[in-house]
């Protein structure tokens, strides 16, 4: 059993793709263990994404992420973290393989419809970020 974080980004969000996102990791036979809508601050982005601060499109991709509300999620299940990035597809959606997520719903690589945790270290840094133990059922 792993877990991952998965985010609906404001964009899925406004395109009301929340359950549709829900929907594919159920069907991959992954459970929701946590889930929350919120609106993070600019400061609060900014601390997630952390590890992008040097990239150009800091700014942009932290000003978007608290442009309206997202909802976090804690998935699990048997290789959840690979399971929800292959759901997912590539970054780009340009580059996202027919089916996947980005492919069928974003409009360009920063605005992506969600976000899934890319290693066990990155989620064991981003599920905290938002759920404390009691809140992961
Ligand atoms: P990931 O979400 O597929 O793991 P990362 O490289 O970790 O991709 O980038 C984090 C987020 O930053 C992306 O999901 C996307 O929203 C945004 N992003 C990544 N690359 C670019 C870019 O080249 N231009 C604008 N935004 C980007
Ligand atoms: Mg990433």
């Known amino acids: 059993m792993e877990r991952t974080l998965s985010i609906v980004k404001p964009d899925g969000v406004k395109k009301n793709i929340i359950g549709e996102v829900i929907r594919r990791f159920e069907s991959a036979g992954l459970r929701i263990a946590a889930l929350k809508m919120i609106r993070l601050s600019m400061d609060e982005a900014k601390r997630f994404y952390i590890v992008h601060k040097d990239k150009p499109f800091y700014g942009s991709l932290t000003e978007f992420m608290s442009s309206g509300p997202v909802v ?60 404390s133990a009691v809140e992961i059922c």
């Not at 899934?116 to 970020?129: C, K, R, T, V």
């Open 72 to 131: 976090v999620m804690v998935i699990e299940g048997k290789d959840a973290i690979s399971k929800v990035r292959e759901l997912m597809g590539d970054t780009n959606p340009q580059n996202a393989a027919p089916g996947t997520i980005r492919a069928d719903f974003a409009s360009d690589v920063e605005h992506n419809i969600v976000h899934g945790s890319d290693s066990p270290e990155s989620a064991g840094f981003e599920i905290p970020y938002f759920f």
